[in-house]
């Protein structure tokens, strides 16, 4: 039996959040590229679930319904000033309608949320239409969709200029939302049989040794140590922690990351439900 896997991949996205593409097609992508356990994990959303898993089914992958849920920011950092943090929730048997329910929820939070930086925009200086905001989104509505709509407008060139001058963190037509804490988060996945893992732990800016006692302390259950951003020095600090990891390419379908897959896990410290 191989030590290390390429076969699994447990975070993408798809137009369903802020991804480019259709969960089939991104359920494409994985298996191209050599992916066989393959999770979506849309932020906030499970509504592209069932397309994945259906085009899943016909190429023979594993399908893990999954989601990243936005949280409450839960340590401070020293070097780092994230406006929240990411906790991966996989349903290996399904979800319960109880946890669809309450997802729901956390996507309608995002729509006042929007309207809100749709009047900041406004007050400077540009009439933004929800509708147009829309169109570029399936599911969940996020940040990345008025940026889009920003383009269509004329306003920026990139997403990225759409983030660094007007809506990211601190700029000026950011607006928060209410969001839950870490520990509310996998208190409701495991009442629904989930398995819960901190997605992309070194954007926090916690020492892994830090890191690891407050995530057991809150009933984590893995760590996404092998992130496709991760240095391996910071993999390897992870993986002597002793949490169960995951494994996650995050790929959005953009060009720096187009398809899921091709990221290397030791098969002993992934979580056994996620083993190929």
């Known amino acids: 039996m191989p030590m290390w896997t390429e076969l699994v991949d447990l975070h993408s996205h798809s137009n369903h959040s802020d991804g480019l593409h ?33 085009e899943c089914n016909k190429l023979g992958i594993r399908f893990i319904p999954g989601v990243e849920i936005t949280c409450e920011v839960e340590m401070q950092s020293e070097t780092h000033n994230p406006t929240s943090w990411h906790l991966l929730a996989y349903f ?8 669809t329910q309450w997802l729901d929820s956390l996507k309608d939070a995002r729509l ?29 509505l996020g940040r990345p969709h008025l940026a889009r709509a920003m383009i269509d407008y004329g306003i ?9 001058e007007w809506i990211g963190n601190g700029r000026p037509a950011f607006r928060e939302r209410p969001l839950p804490s870490i520990k509310e988060a996998v208190e409701i996945v495991h009442q629904n049989g989930g ?18 006692p407050r995530l057991l302390k809150l009933g984590v259950d893995c760590v996404e140590a092998i992130h496709n951003s991760h ?5 390897y600090e992870l993986l002597q922690q002793g949490l169960p990891v995951t494994v996650g390419g995050d790929s959005h379908g953009t060009e720096n990351r187009p398809s899921p897959g091709k990221i290397s896990v030791p098969i002993s ?3 056994p439900c996620f083993r190929p």
């Open 156 to 164: 920026v060139e990139t997403v990225q200029q759409a983030f660094d």
């Open 22 to 54: 259709s969960p089939a097609e991104m359920a494409r992508r994985a298996y191209e590229s050599g992916v066989r356990v393959w999770s979506l994990t849309d932020h906030d959303t499970n509504s592209g679930w069932s397309e994945a898993e259906d």
């Open 195 to 212: 398995i819960t893992s901190l997605a992309h732990p070194k954007y926090y800016g916690i020492p892994s040794d830090i890191l690891t």
């Open 92 to 99: 290996p048997e399904g979800a319960p309608s109880e946890f």
């Open 269 to 271: 410290n992934l979580h």
């Open 112 to 140: 006042p949320r929007m309207m809100r930086m749709l009047e900041a925009m406004n007050e400077l200086g540009h009439d933004i239409s929800i509708e147009d905001v829309k169109k570029h989104a399936s599911g969940s």
């Open 231 to 235: 240095p391996d020095s910071y993999r």
